[in-house]
């Protein structure tokens, strides 16, 4: 196992140094913090991190669930980890004091669930989970329904889940079937299937807590008839005891990696038993759910960006050690071999995933940050920062998976036929990580969202609104020589996306929403690259006056490096975007005119 | 399981249509064929793979070898396919008649090699190994090696291996410290270790014949003091008996995927009894090998094409059975969810994977032909098409290995969280086709050999000649409309890439090295795409009069369809030739360099 799952250094860096975090605590929300309490919370986090999670994540892919009888078995790890985070508040940690929350601000939230992602990912998804539909039911649902799951959930006693996808509902929630009818007691009664509902079912706890989205009978067709339930394992008898809510887990399902985390196929109301409760009002559902869809989108992007970072320090550690072939400009073959860290090609492919990972997480905490200001703001700024943080969710969702897919197959590669093999964790990364693509939206469902809503709601306003976010930064460079190049390339790929958005709206704008949206993946890439680039510009700001005014060489030395992430993220990333534009600016209706026929041969 | 693993029709389109692969059987090499007669070895070399190694793909993976002691137990199919194999001379279809051999074209064995791979990795590497180890002795060594060993291996009955890699020793096979001391006996006394063996050991066979690097005691250091051994498991002995010849498994690799072959750690010589038989001249070993390694570089190129395109029809498959979503412009929701494959994004990722795999089975086989012509040639045409197979063969491994798992991850992604399950191929595809980016010659190593080696020998000489083929086929499509925009592109490209490749000679010019080998993977990348728009162009050529003179609807959208894949590829992927220009145009020496202190923070 390597040493090293990530950098509280880089983290604090971007905390405090890029976002500064620390301020927030001026405001009455997060006044009963400051620096050094955040600090305290960081370093608790990493060390229940390095305790109950990083032991087990070798082992939780090696022994993964199992169905037995009516019991999904999971490892032993997973009660303590639940209970323990229960315990420590750390499923509360957005939570306002008055509801027993920790009241932290998002963005110390956020970093807390990287580490804890970086450490073992599979098993920071059973409190992730817990948290999120804790939240729905706070939100939107009645005290009682509060009183009766909320606390179990957030003491990690519970587990709570999302139970939207079903067989032939996944994408297309609309086409969901599950229905709900009503009764006179109360209650719904569910009948339906689920299928790949994390944390769906597990021997951890005492009880499951789907909140489980189902069509009322006679509700309207597609979206506008989906209501949200909460939908037990166990119900609550009159007597107060744990019953049977008709809810079966009919199979789990057989991943390629993720494995620590149990995936479930659910049948509810086999016996016409299964009680719903309804949460907010009927034929709502789908507007409360993507409230939880939306944190869980971006959760996805540190889910992603975390098991990159692992991996990226798992195969800086092999450079560092490993030691193979000479320097190219070196010709006595009797002189000892060399770290492979030295090898220009390796510093390369480890520079490419410290640009993704440490890129990542800066836009990442950007939209936490938009998070917590939307909640301290004026009216005015809260507008603002929700339509930012609207307009960034699929990208903070998308490019960190997309991305850390290819960054940890880069650092696989760094090992060499180790990286293919189970002596080392990379393989394991590069399974975990694929999910990250798929779920709670596709790549192609993000593109879609960025380009087909987001960037054309409100007559485009959040897209201008980011523009000038972007100017900002420039702004801020312009004038310090070292940044000269990357300030100057960042402007011009900024013009390059609205150019390309200008002439898509004009498609739009023509009628044709299938040619308009037939590239919106693309435009998802291309907006993603100059999104980097801009939270590296960002980051840039800060490192050279670090670089001037570091105490030690040490940290001079961090500065530096992460001088060349930035230069690499400007010289071999953001030229990408060239290619993508001559795409965009040339679509020609190829893949809408495309025929199911041309494909049979 | 999906239904089909590769097509035919697109196969034959290659050889017969773009190749021309029956006009080599006017030559006397290949004149005991005819197209006829090719067709039945194509056809017999589907059903094999359709009856004996298709059925056994998932069941491989999951029941992956054991050492047991001192046998490494393999699935019980391994031996049937090498005895099958060895029986229908399936492991001699390059070899003369003289030799027992079908004395095929190699174009056709290729083609034979594809069908095997994208049916059954795994399996298909048994018999490919025993094939070049055997070619090795053929060439090189004796006659008494000869009758000692190939026919068992052409057999199926002993499985033949290439022992090179070391714990330290991959890539610098310079460092290797394995050793063979002479005796007076006519062997050599072995001794070392060699980890990653494909295929080092298992029950499949009687034995093993390893195809060993060592250095004989006194050697020059370096390459130079490199030789080839034959070291089998277990030798003969003077009763004519197989005797143990000190050849242990010490253990075997869990890997990610490509399970159904074992990949071994041998230990040589722990009892001093280890023999090792000489092949060829003393110290002349890794050029030897080189020109099996040069053959197996290709081999993994049609291994790694093979396998996304089984992946692709896998996909396809379920695209088209997969109902999900209504169209863009579709806003009714009452109406019935479309099959995926009406999805312009999905046609995109459809497209993208036909685009990978049938551009790189094109200059696979552009290779295989070069192969033959060599053969077939007059003195100065072999020189040529000997120089143009050296160049290309990096891009011929690289291009399909790591657009391959590109293409794969786009399956995947069109099954969506199925893809991500073992209820379907796709997820075993992603994990297969990981090892080709790594084994023979990791893509690192493929970038130096190409812009180190290939386009700077003979004066570029190799470099110039492929700039004359490529404007060949733009001379031939000069005129056809419907290829007017492709024709021009692939003239810019090729400008682009002489451009690059005149800019990195300057830098090479001036003694930097270490700089001018710096992006060389990025180079290899640019190199790739513009060899691959090539191929495409040259099937166009053949589809616009194949769409014009079609006998019937379903030829006329085979060629429709991959007019549309050939569009896909000019319009999506040869404009990623800007962004790489762009940073190889400007190295700055960036990854040189960045620093090892730099990385730790």
Known sequence: MAEKFMSMRNLKFLLYEVFDAASLTRYDDYGAYDRKMLDMVLQAAWELAQGILWPHFQEMDRDPPELAGDVVKVHSSVRDVLRTFGEGGWIAMTVPEELD????????????????????????????????????????????????????????????????TEPEAGSSLADIVTTAEPTDEGYYRIQGQKIFISGGDHDGVENIVHLMLAKIKGAPAGVKGISLFVVPKKRISETGDLVSNDVVTSGIFHKLGYRGCPIAQ?????????????????????????????????????????????????????????????????????????????????????????????????????????????????????????????????????????????????????????????????????????????????????????LGRKVMMKGGKAFKLYGEEVRKTISKAVGEERLQIQTRALEEALVLVEEVTAHLKGVAAKGDADKFLADATLYLELFGIVAIAWQWLKQGIVMVKGIDGAASEKEKNFYQGKLYALRFFFAYELPKTAGLARRLMNGDGLTVEMQEAFFKD
């Open 266 to 450: 659910l049948s509810m109301g086999d016996k016409e038993d299964c009680r719903g409760y309804l949460v907010g009002e009927p034929h709502n559902g789908l507007r409360y759910m993507f409230q939880m869809m939306n944190e869980s989108r971006i959760g996805v992007g540190i889910g992603a960006a975390a098991i990159a970072t692992a991996a990226y320090y798992a195969a800086l550690e092999y450079a560092t050690i490993r030691k193979q072939g000479r320097m190219i400009h070196e010709k006595d073959p009797s002189l000892p071999p060399v770290p492979i860290i030295q090898h220009p090609d390796v510093k390369r492919m480890l520079l490419f995933q410290r640009a993704v990972v440490e890129g990542s997480l800066s836009l990442l905490l950007q939209c936490s940050q938009y998070v917590d200001l939307k909640r301290v703001g004026s009216d005015e700024e809260t507008e603002a920062y929700a339509l930012l943080l609207d307009l960034l969710t699929p990208v903070a969702k998308s490019y960190p998976s997309e991305n850390g897919i290819l960054s940890i197959s880069q650092g696989l590669q760094c090992l060499g036929g180790s990286g293919y093999c189970d002596d080392y964790p990379l393989e394991q990364y590069y399974r975990d990580a694929r999910i990250h693509p798929i779920h709670e939206g596709t790549t192609g469902i993000q593109g879609q969202d960025l």
């Open 101 to 164: 929350g920790q009241q932290l601000p998002q963005i110390i939230a956020d970093a807390c669930h990287f580490i804890f992602c970086s450490a073992n990912y599979s098993a920071a998804v059973y409190p992730g989970l817990c948290d999120g539909a804790a939240r729905l039911i706070e939100n939107f649902g009645s005290q009682a329904l509060y009183d009766a799951f909320v606390p179990h959930m957030r003491g990690g006693r519970w587990q709570g889940t999302m139970a939207l």
